[in-house]
């Protein structure tokens, strides 16, 4: 389910400086004390390229979701929005549209999710990942995004989740606010209504459609203007990285686990351990721009965090190639499993925020 990762952040934030209590600095450390959190990092270059890279593959992923979403509105609009007629005059159509979108989005997820450390973790750029990945919707205030939906004809949804929750929900089918109605979405015409079988309601789903790909354009824009400094890449990573039972949760209450029992209505498309190893993966690479200022100060604790960060991710992708080959896991062995990543990934966290400290560098609160 979505999280208020501002708010984890937060909490996160102060119990690592209790780990590493120069990390945060406070109201008497003056910037000349500090001088590494504000000058330009020239190892960290190949983040900024890393995150460009992703938000290009968003904005392409995205204009095919809309592309999609534009033709299936287009023939909904073509029948007068009847649903049941769109369906049984052009099956093959509609079934080759929700395919199409089918495959962006699951183009679209990973382009995110490999990017989502820095998004989150960076507190310039983390409203995105709320608008993106994380909010809920207006029955959550605190948590919800910041944003309504307003339709072509007219209908306003607010607040009503996160744009990938939106989109796989509602393409996939298992949200049935967004479903068309009146029609029973047998794609393939064999009697009976399976899993990914689904019509969306065009008015909401052209809207969702049009609004992420704007999203991921201003996303775009905001990543070739932000330069990273130290302070970004540590706090990224002592924010991100210990969030593995939040995710392992979503594992537990998905599809993949859980099966027809499922309460979780997103994490279809693949399966929540795919997310959790593009993020870590992510991880890496903000880690691998921080490493040689840790290694200038401890250069032992600075290969001893690679390692340990190496070995959550390879546990992760273990787990999730495991499940690909054919193992099912139930909810006991994702609550086992989300305990023990998750207590590797404090570890790392209070690592990462001690080598902050050691560099006088400060962590940001979001």
């Known amino acids: 389910m979505p999280f208020s990762r501002r708010r984890i952040a937060a909490a996160l934030v102060l119990s690592c400086c209790a780990l590493g209590a120069t990390a945060c600095g406070g109201d008497d450390d003056s ?51 009847d649903y049941a007629k769109l369906l049984e005059t052009d099956r093959a159509g509609v079934e080759k549209l ?13 382009a995110y999710e490999e990017m989502e450390g820095v998004v989150a973790g960076v ?14 919707d207006g029955s959550d205030p605190e948590n919800a995004v910041p944003f309504s939906l ?6 306003t949804w607010k607040q009503p989740g996160n744009f990938n929750y939106l ?5 996939f089918g298992t949200e049935p606010k ?16 399976e899993f990914g079988e689904a ?9 969702a459609a049009r609004d992420f790909e704007t999203t991921a354009k201003e996303l775009g824009a905001a990543a070739r203007e932000w330069e990273p400094t130290p302070q970004d890449a540590f706090t990224a990573l002592v924010v991100m990285t210990p969030t593995m039972s939040e995710y392992f949760d979503a594992w537990k209450n998905s599809r993949f686990v859980a099966g027809d029992k499922a309460k979780e209505k997103a994490f279809v498309a693949a399966s929540r351990l795919q997310d959790i190893a593009d993020i870590l993966g992510g991880l890496e690479t903000v880690y691998a721009g921080v490493q040689p200022r840790i290694a200038a100060v401890d250069d032992a604790q600075a290969r001893q965090t690679g390692r340990d960060l190496a070995a959550l991710t390879d546990f992760a992708e273990k787990l999730r190639d495991e499940e690909a080959d054919g193992r099912r896991f139930d909810a006991e062995d994702a609550e086992t499993l989300g305990t023990q990543a998750q207590d590797q ?21 979001s």
């Open 178 to 193: 967004w479903a068309a109605k009146g029609v029973r979405p047998d794609l393939d015409g064999d009697g009976t209504v």
């Open 98 to 110: 929700i395919s199409e979108s089918q495959a962006a989005f699951a183009r679209a997820n990973p």
């Open 167 to 171: 989109i796989e929900t509602a393409v």
């Open 31 to 81: 910037a000349e004390e500090q001088p590494t959190a504000t000058k330009p990092a020239g190892d960290l270059a190949s983040l900024k390229s890393f995150l460009t890279d992703h938000t290009d593959r968003l904005e392409e992923d995205t204009a095919a979701i809309r592309a999609a979403a534009e033709d299936y509105h287009a023939q909904a609009e073509a029948v007068g929005f």
């Open 345 to 365: 990934a404090e570890a790392i966290a209070g690592q990462v925020s001690q080598a902050a400290g050691k560099l006088n560098i400060p962590l940001a609160e």
């Open 123 to 136: 507190p310039s750029l983390a409203d995105y990942d709320v608008i993106i990945d994380a909010g809920a």
């Open 199 to 207: 019509m969306p309601d065009a008015d909401f789903y052209v809207t």
């Open 150 to 155: 307003k339709t072509p004809a007219g209908k």
